[in-house]
């Protein structure tokens, strides 16, 4: 039987289920290409099945037969394997696991601390006093006229840049103008003259614990500087309380307590917008009840008018005075060194007010202006005590003006 006879077949037989008699040899085609349409698809699918049990069977054979070797460190079992052990019996012993090695860091000396806090000011000032020394074959007034330019940069202000630039034109005069390199030298002699030490140690009270107030205007690192140095003290076994005597800065308190927790400080503090002095005087009271060894007391940076904010530091002065004799002992100053000259008008304005026995210049590695140092302790005769060249407790430096000259002159 032949195509066509099958088709003949179809059609009639479509005719005799009623489709219109026309109509039945295309009909017979549209069945015959479904019904061909349907086995492909039911062969494709079958082929699938087929392959989809093949990998299922390769998956099982390699979990059961197949496992890879183990190695020190690794499990011997698959996680399945594991579970099934945990059931049945002791499981195979598993190598112990590779030790970690401990790596050490070699620590930063602190000289380097040192070096690396003041990279800015070292490449603003020595990085361009050679650039400089680079262009000019002899000390002319041109090349004096640029000097003074770079340390105004550097914040070391006009009083002292002029100053600096007198003494280098007299003592370079007989010098070989063929041999300008020889003024990083002399400028490094005549900046380290102008620096006052303020001493390494602090002071040392006939009686009682040492009372430090710490003074500056809001947003110079004034409380941060307070706990740093609580922590320090605390390192070296002494007990202090502080005094949260800044009761105008909203969260002021707050913040000297975080600090009092890390150092283990006591902190002595009142409700916001308290009486300074009523602060001081308990705090004051408290580390004398508790025999402490330091009693550091924060101070309001900001009133309501520059008057208020100094009488108030006079009161508090005067409290301090009739508990301990000679308190406060130190009068510390913060400073944003970042603030450049603002800090040395700063300093003259609470000069002017308490008796300002030394200066915590913060955030020094942040500026190029380091020079400030110099201008501070030159033009106001009131040593720099303590640098921050970091953000880390030991970050606060004992300042050192040997090792702030060679910090910046060193291996230029």
Same mark, same amino acid.
């Given at each position: 039987?032949?195509? %066509? =006879?099958?088709?003949?077949?179809?059609?009639?037989?479509?005719?005799?289920? *009623?489709?219109?008699?026309?109509?039945?040899?295309? /009909?017979?085609?549209?069945?015959?290409?479904?019904?061909?349409?349907?086995?492909?698809?039911?062969?494709?699918?079958?082929?699938? #099945?087929?392959?989809? #049990?093949?990998?299922?069977?390769?998956?099982?054979?390699?979990?059961?037969?197949? %496992?890879?070797?183990?190695?020190?460190?690794?499990?011997?079992?698959? +996680?399945?394997?594991?579970?099934?052990?945990?059931?049945?019996?002791?499981?195979?012993?598993?190598?112990?696991?590779?030790?970690?090695?401990?790596?050490?860091?070699?620590?930063? !000396?602190?000289?380097?601390?040192?070096?690396?806090?003041?990279?800015?000011?070292? #490449?603003?000032?020595?990085?361009?006093?050679? /650039?400089?020394?680079?262009?000019? @074959?002899?000390?002319?007034?041109?090349?004096?006229? %640029?000097?003074?330019?770079?340390?105004?940069?550097?914040?070391?202000?006009?009083?002292?840049?002029?100053?600096?630039?007198?003494?280098? =034109?007299?003592?370079?005069?007989? /010098?070989?103008?063929?041999?300008?390199?020889?003024?990083?030298?002399?400028? $490094?002699?005549?900046?380290?003259?102008?620096?006052?030490?303020?001493?390494?140690?602090?002071?040392?009270?006939?009686?009682?614990?040492?009372?430090?107030?710490?003074?500056?205007?809001? &947003?110079?690192?004034?409380?941060?500087?307070?706990?740093?140095?609580?922590?320090?003290?605390?390192?070296?076994?002494?007990?202090?309380?502080? &005094?949260?005597?800044?009761?105008?800065?909203?969260?002021?308190?707050?913040?000297?307590?975080?600090?009092?927790?890390?150092?283990?400080? +006591?902190?002595?503090?009142?409700?916001?917008?308290?009486?300074? *002095?009523?602060?001081?005087?308990?705090?004051?009271?408290?580390?004398?009840?508790?025999?402490?060894?330091?009693?550091?007391?924060?101070?309001?940076?900001?009133?309501?008018?520059?008057?208020?904010?100094?009488?108030?530091?006079?009161?508090? #002065?005067?409290?301090?005075?009739?508990?301990?004799?000679?308190?406060?002992?130190?009068?510390?100053?913060?400073?944003? $060194?970042?603030?450049?000259?603002?800090?040395?008008?700063?300093?003259?304005?609470?000069?002017? $007010?308490?008796?300002?026995?030394?200066?915590?210049?913060?955030?020094? +590695?942040?500026? /190029?202006? &380091?020079?400030?140092?110099?201008?501070?302790?030159?033009?106001?005769?009131? @040593?720099?005590?303590?640098?921050?060249?970091?953000?880390?407790?030991?970050?606060?430096?004992?300042?050192?003006? +040997?090792?702030?000259?060679?910090?910046?002159?060193? !291996? !230029?």
């Amino acid at each position: 039987m032949n195509l %066509e =006879t099958w088709l003949n077949n179809i059609a009639d037989f479509l005719v005799s289920a *009623g489709v219109p008699e026309e109509h039945g040899p295309m /009909a017979a085609l549209a069945l015959i290409y479904l019904g061909l349409t349907l086995l492909s698809l039911l062969i494709v699918i079958a082929l699938l #099945r087929r392959n989809l #049990r093949s990998a299922d069977a390769g998956e099982e054979a390699v979990e059961q037969d197949v %496992e890879p070797p183990a190695t020190p460190g690794t499990k011997t079992h698959i +996680d399945r394997t594991e579970d099934s052990a945990s059931d049945e019996g002791p499981k195979t012993q598993e190598a112990p696991p590779a030790k970690e090695v401990p790596t050490f860091e070699e620590p930063v !000396n602190l000289f380097q601390r040192m070096r690396t806090g003041l990279d800015k000011t070292r #490449r603003s000032l020595v990085g361009r006093l050679d /650039a400089l020394l680079g262009t000019h @074959p002899c000390l002319d007034e041109e090349f004096l006229e %640029e000097l003074e330019e770079i340390l105004i940069t550097a914040d070391f202000g006009m009083q002292a840049t002029q100053e600096l630039v007198r003494a280098l =034109t007299e003592r370079l005069k007989d /010098a070989d103008q063929e041999d300008p390199g020889q003024l990083l030298e002399v400028l $490094a002699e005549e900046i380290r003259a102008r620096l006052k030490d303020s001493g390494p140690d602090w002071p040392t009270p006939e009686s009682g614990p040492l009372v430090i107030m710490v003074v500056g205007v809001n &947003g110079v690192g004034k409380t941060t500087t307070i706990g740093k140095l609580a922590k320090q003290f605390a390192d070296q076994g002494k007990k202090v309380v502080l &005094g949260a005597g800044d009761t105008f800065r909203a969260a002021a308190a707050e913040q000297l307590e975080v600090w009092g927790t890390r150092s283990g400080s +006591d902190v002595i503090r009142h409700k916001e917008g308290s009486d300074p *002095g009523a602060v001081a005087y308990d705090a004051v009271k408290a580390a004398v009840a508790r025999k402490a060894d330091v009693l550091i007391l924060d101070t309001a940076g900001r009133l309501h008018t520059k008057v208020n904010l100094m009488e108030e530091l006079k009161k508090i #002065r005067r409290v301090l005075g009739r508990e301990v004799p000679g308190a406060p002992h130190e009068t510390l100053l913060v400073l944003d $060194a970042t603030t450049g000259q603002n800090a040395l008008i700063q300093a003259k304005m609470f000069r002017e $007010a308490v008796e300002v026995s030394g200066v915590a210049l913060t955030k020094l +590695d942040g500026t /190029a202006k &380091g020079g400030i140092v110099v201008a501070i302790s030159s033009q106001l005769d009131i @040593p720099v005590r303590l640098i921050g060249v970091g953000e880390g407790v030991a970050d606060l430096r004992p300042f050192s003006a +040997d090792e702030f000259v060679e910090a910046l002159f060193a !291996n !230029n």
